[in-house]
């Protein structure tokens, strides 16, 4: 199982820091990633690691903001996100593959095959 937390409300050029935690499984060599879907629009892949390198990917839109890492001794995985706008406002949800067999960005484009359940994150002011 996947948590997330960390969502809640924040004003233009603030930041929050969502964690995921994972339990019934350990990390090691898993591909883990952060996603979002807000109100009318397709789920949007935002950022992803793959454990085996330590190498992260991003969706364009949120380069140079965001930033996903991992605990392993926690199993939890994290994802700050600093000077948020009121686009980045959706449902973010953290997912987990334990048998890594496909790109960053095939992941950041079709998903994972664990998925948490969603934390609520809205920019306004």
């Known amino acids: 199982q996947l948590q997330a937390s960390g969502g809640g409300l924040v004003q233009p050029g603030g930041s929050l820091r969502l964690s995921c935690a994972a339990s019934?499984?350990?990390?090691?060599?898993?591909?883990l990633g952060w996603f979002r879907q807000a109100p009318g629009k397709e789920r949007e892949g935002v950022s992803c690691?793959?454990?085996?390198?330590?190498?992260?990917a991003y969706a364009d839109s949120v380069k140079g903001r965001f930033t996903i890492s991992v605990d392993s001794a926690k199993n939890t995985v994290y994802l700050q996100m600093n000077n948020l706008k009121p686009e980045d406002t959706a449902v973010y949800y953290c997912?987990?593959?334990?048998?890594?067999?496909?790109?960053?960005?095939?992941?950041?484009?079709?998903?994972?095959?664990?998925w948490g359940k969603g934390t609520q994150v809205t920019v306004s002011s």
């Open positions: 997912a987990a593959d334990l048998v890594v067999t496909k790109s960053r960005s095939w992941y950041l484009r079709n998903g994972m095959d664990y």
């Open positions: 690691l793959t454990q085996s390198d330590d190498r992260t």
């Open positions: 019934g499984f350990t990390f090691g060599n898993r591909a």
